[in-house]
């Protein structure tokens, strides 16, 4: 069965970080895409980063340059470090896994539970 459990998020000020960690079981993330998307109530979910070893690397642009996405097989864990957070930036975030980043995670392989982040001072 494939499962990502989100965990690192937090109430951070504005200009904070954060780390937020994906950890797979039941498939191999170096076959698979893994995108963070956040959701706040009210507004439809939004997709920040994805990672794929065929595609890369893509960026919502609103965050790019402040949040990096990356993956280590070997503990088969996809992070994103947040950085220069923004109020904007609070909602509760998931990780969701498919085939491939522009497969557009409609109907995700696996989803977690979300983490709250919230930027505030």
């Known amino acids: 069965q494939l499962q990502v459990v989100e965990s690192g998020g937090g109430l951070v000020q504005p200009g904070g970080s954060l780390r937020l960690s994906c950890a797979a079981s039941g498939f191999s993330l170096d076959n698979y895409a893994i995108g963070w998307f956040r959701q706040v109530p009210g507004k439809e979910r939004e997709g920040v980063a994805c990672?794929?070893?065929?595609?890369?690397?893509q960026y919502k642009d609103s965050v790019k340059g402040r949040f990096a996405i990356s993956r280590d097989n070997a503990r088969n864990t996809v992070f994103l470090q947040m950085n220069s957070l923004k109020p904007d930036d609070t909602g509760v975030y998931y990780c969701?896994?498919?085939?491939?980043?522009?497969?557009?995670?409609?109907?995700?392989?696996?989803r977690g539970q979300g983490t709250q982040v919230t930027v505030s001072s």
């Open positions: 990672i794929s070893s065929s595609e890369g690397i």
């Open positions: 969701l896994a498919d085939f491939r980043c522009n497969h557009g995670f409609e109907f995700p392989l696996a």
